[in-house]
């Protein structure tokens, strides 16, 4: 697929993304990142987050990183082992073959285990490198790209993908033509905040069912024709600290 990014960033899309950005920076504030990680790290703790929440993949990743220190030593792990040490995300023998099979890949054509080669690398050309990989789809490739490469980049989960059609921002049936649509306007140097500050949106105001539109930051520029404008007794007041927590600003 050609891809190509609209060298300025005048277009209605683009302005509505630094609209959108600025009312949830106002809101949520910026979110802090961390500057250091590693990009195979990035990887591996996004693969264990697939079908789970954040607190659970990241103790899977803890234990794996306690275990192997050394990724090498995944290679020659039988299948069994690791999917002990990953059970708590859910998926074990899933996730286990993925992280196994990904490892000797990289290392039979790279010679060592590191992705920081990437970095020389075009964005759309990297993501495609990535997701040549079994059990590595478009998001993952993009949390590598975006936390551990630092690129401009949006992943689109189901969160992100869910607020940027309901506001309408894009108008798609997929999670990978959400991405694609996002990156071809997104404005230099926001893709953390953007990224980050929707899955909070989405977490705590745009939730699948019952949105709490009545309360959300974007309701007075949101598009979604169904917007749940009141408010119940049972509705308020949820407080759950989780939400907050994000498995990749900490890896
Ligand atoms: S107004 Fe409602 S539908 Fe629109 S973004 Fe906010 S919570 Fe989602």
């Given amino acids: 697929m050609a891809v190509e990014k609209r060298n300025n960033y005048t277009d209605s899309t683009a302005i509505l ?25 990035i990887l591996i703790a996004t693969i264990l987050s697939q079908n789970t929440n954040d607190l659970n993949s990241h103790k899977a990743f803890l234990n794996l990183k306690n275990k192997f220190s050394d990724y090498e030593k995944i290679i020659s792990t039988p299948l069994s082992k690791i999917e002990k040490e990953i059970k708590i995300a859910g998926l074990g023998k899933q996730k286990a073959k993925a992280i196994k099979s990904f490892l000797k890949n990289l290392k039979s054509e790279k010679g060592k285990l590191d992705l920081k080669f990437l970095e020389r690398l075009g964005t759309i050309e990297a993501l495609k490198y990535l997701s040549n990989f079994n059990g590595v789809g478009l998001k993952t490739a993009a949390c590598v790209l975006l936390f551990g490469l630092k690129k401009n980049v949006c992943p689109v989960d189901t969160h992100v993908h869910r607020v940027l059609n309901r506001v309408g921002v894009v108008n798609t049936n997929s999670r990978d033509k959400t991405f694609y649509e996002i990156y071809k306007s997104l404005p230099d140097g926001i893709a953390h905040e953007f990224h980050t500050n929707l899955i909070k949106l989405g977490r705590t105001f745009c939730l699948s069912k ?22 119940t007794r049972a509705m308020k007041s949820k407080n759950n600290n989780n939400k907050d927590f994000l498995l990749l600003d900490v890896v």
């Fill in 17 to 41: 993304i630094l609209k959108i950005n600025q009312i949830l920076l106002d809101y949520f504030g910026k979110p802090k990142r961390k500057l250091n990680s590693d990009p195979l790290d």
């Fill in 210 to 231: 019952n949105p709490r539109c009545f309360e959300c930051p974007l309701k007075k520029m949101c598009k979604y024709e169904h917007k749940n404008l009141e408010s």
